[in-house]
C-alpha cells in the first residue's frame, strides 16, 4: 500500500496525524496525512528572497523581489490571500508549494493597479491590452520541486523577463519572457484545477526538461500568448492529463504534445486531452503555419476526444516534420472532436492541410460530409469546405455563433459576460465517448493531490449539463 506521504516533504509536518486508510474512488489507498500549521508569514512588510511557511487566509502579501521556496521547504498559501508582485518578481520553487483556494475563498497571484479589458473591441491589437503587460514571472519550477499544487487560484499578467538566474533554470536567456507556470520534475506533480489564468507573454504552463506527473482539469485560461506561446504546452518526460478546462484568444495553441528533448531515462511525453472547448485560438500567432486548438508532434502521443472547438485558425494537428507518435495517434486515439465554423477559410482547416492529421468518421461535421472523395490527408492538398460552414451550432447560452457586431474572431479574446455553457437543445449533448480511462498519474487528496477525476463526459466541451466539469 502506497502511501502519499513518502511524496510530501517532511518539513512540512511538525506533527502528522494519520487517519484511518480509506478506499478512494480511484482504486487507491491513502493514508491522508493533516500536518500541524506551517509557521505563519507576516504580511506587515514586502517579502523578498528565501520564503517557507504559511500566507494566511484573507491577507494581502506584497513581493518585491524574487521568492525562492529552498529544497526541503514548503510555501503553502491559504485560501483568500492576494498576493501582488512587483519589479518583475517571481516565484521560484526548489521545495513545495501548496496555493489551496476554494470556490468561495479565491486565492489571486497578480498585481495592483492594472484594469482588464474583457469586452469585445473592434480591430482589437494585443499591444494595447494591459493583460501582455508581463508585470511579473510567474511560478518557476526547479528539478528539485516536489510539489506545485493549485486550487481555486487565479495567475494574471505574467511573462516578466526572466533574468539570468531564472533563464539558466530554464536554458533561456534573461531577456525572455517567462512562463506562467513551469514544472521540471519526472518524479513531481503539478496540479493545476478549477483555477484561471489571465494574460501571459509567452506560454501558460509548461511542463519540460525531463518533465513530471501533472493533472490540468477544470479550468479557464484567457488571453494566453502575446504574439506566440501556447496555452499548456507538455514536452518530453510530461505525462498526464488535460480536462474540462475552457480556453479563449489564445495566441497559439490550447493544448499541446511534443517529445522534443527526449533521451534516456526520460519518459515519452504522453496527454490524454479530453471534454475542453477551445474558442478562437491561433489568430495572434505571428509565424504561419501554427496554432489554433490541439496539437501532437514530434514523437509525442496521446488522446484527444469529445472537445469543442470553435472558430479556431486549426483543428487537430498531427505533425509530419518531426512526426507525432501516428503508430499510436492513428490506432483509434482520437475523435469525436466537434467544430463549428463561421466561414470557409475555417473550415478548410478543420483539417489542416499542411498537416497529417487522418480524418476520423466520429467528428462533427461528419468529414465525408465536406472533404473530396479522394481527400488523401497525407498529401497537403487543400479543399472545399463549404459544406462544414455553419453546421451543427453548439447552441451556448450567451454567445453568437455566427459571431455578429462585425467582430474579427480575433477581437474576441475573453470570456466577458459570454457564458459558454450548452443549452438543453445543443447537438453537443450526449455525443461524448466514454469509452477511454484518464492516466490519473496522481494521487487524490483534498490537499496535496488531485481533488476529483471529472471522467469522460457525455457531452461535448468542458460543460456536461450534469454540471460536472467545469464549473466557471
Not at 496525524?17 to 500536518?35: E, G, H, M
Not at 522534443?260 to 505571428?286: E, F, L
Not at 476526444?305 to 487537430?316: D, P, T, V
Not at 454567445?399 to 455578429?404: A, D, G, I, Q, W
Request: proline share 5%.
Amino acid at each position: 500500500m502506497k502511501s502519499i506521504l513518502k511524496y510530501i516533504p517532511l518539513v512540512l509536518f511538525g506533527m502528522v496525524v494519520f487517519s484511518a486508510c480509506k478506499k478512494k474512488d480511484d482504486n487507491r489507498d491513502l493514508y491522508i496525512a493533516v500536518p500541524t500549521p506551517a509557521t505563519p508569514i507576516s504580511d506587515a512588510a514586502p517579502l523578498c528572497g528565501n520564503v517557507k511557511g504559511t500566507m494566511l487566509t484573507g491577507k494581502t502579501y506584497t513581493v518585491n523581489c524574487d521568492l525562492y521556496v529552498q529544497p526541503g521547504d514548503t510555501l503553502t498559501i491559504q485560501p483568500g490571500v492576494r498576493v501582488n508582485f512587483n519589479n518583475g518578481a517571481g516565484i521560484i520553487v526548489k521545495g513545495s508549494l501548496f496555493s489551496l483556494g476554494t470556490k468561495d475563498a479565491q486565492i489571486y497571484l497578480t498585481v495592483a493597479g492594472l484594469t482588464k479589458t474583457d469586452q469585445p473591441v473592434l480591430n482589437y491589437q494585443a499591444k494595447n491590452d494591459s493583460a501582455f503587460a508581463g508585470k511579473w514571472k510567474g511560478v518557476i519550477g526547479d528539478v528539485t520541486c516536489n510539489y506545485m499544487i493549485f486550487k481555486w487560484t487565479h495567475l494574471e499578467y505574467c511573462g516578466a523577463a526572466l533574468g539570468n538566474s531564472v533563464a539558466t533554470l530554464l536554458g533561456l536567456v534573461a531577456t525572455d519572457p517567462s512562463y506562467a507556470m513551469y514544472f521540471s520534475n519526472p518524479k513531481g506533480y503539478l496540479v493545476f484545477e478549477d483555477s484561471w489564468i489571465y494574460g501571459t507573454v509567452d506560454d501558460a504552463i509548461r511542463v519540460s526538461g525531463a518533465g513530471g506527473k501533472f493533472a490540468i482539469l477544470r479550468n479557464t485560461f484567457e488571453k494566453c500568448g502575446k504574439t506566440g506561446g501556447d496555452v499548456l504546452n507538455i514536452k518530453s518526460g510530461g505525462t498526464g492529463d488535460m480536462a474540462y478546462n475552457l480556453f479563449i484568444g489564445d495566441a497559439t495553441n490550447g493544448l499541446k504534445a511534443s517529445d522534443k528533448g527526449a533521451g534516456a531515462g526520460i519518459a515519452k511525453c504522453d496527454v490524454r486531452m479530453y471534454n475542453n472547448t477551445i474558442i478562437n485560438g491561433g489568430y495572434r500567432q505571428a509565424k504561419t503555419g501554427r496554432g489554433g486548438s490541439i496539437n501532437f508532434e514530434e514523437g509525442a502521443r496521446g488522446m484527444a476526444f469529445n472537445n469543442l472547438i470553435i472558430n479556431c485558425k486549426f483543428g487537430l494537428r498531427i505533425l509530419s516534420n518531426v512526426a507525432a507518435d501516428t503508430a499510436y495517434l492513428y490506432n483509434g486515439h482520437y475523435g469525436y472532436n466537434y467544430y463549428w465554423a463561421d466561414s470557409a477559410s475555417v473550415a478548410e482547416q478543420i483539417y489542416p492541410t499542411t498537416y497529417i492529421t487522418k480524418p476520423v468518421a466520429t467528428d462533427f461535421p461528419q468529414p465525408s460530409t465536406y472533404l473530396p472523395a479522394n481527400f488523401n490527408y497525407l498529401s497537403n492538398i487543400s479543399y472545399n469546405g463549404s459544406g462544414a460552414v455553419q453546421k451543427g451550432n453548439p447552441l451556448f447560452f450567451g454567445y453568437p455563433l455566427p459571431v455578429t457586431g462585425g467582430y474579427r474572431l480575433q477581437d474576441i479574446t475573453a470570456v466577458g459576460n459570454f457564458k459558454f455553457n450548452l443549452q438543453a437543445t445543443s447537438p453537443c449533448i450526449g455525443k461524448g465517448y466514454t469509452g477511454f480511462t484518464p492516466l490519473q498519474l496522481i494521487p487524490t487528496n483534498e490537499k496535496y493531490g488531485v481533488t476529483d477525476y471529472t471522467q469522460p463526459g457525455k457531452d461535448i466541451g468542458c460543460y456536461q449539463v450534469s454540471g460536472n466539469g467545469n464549473t466557471h
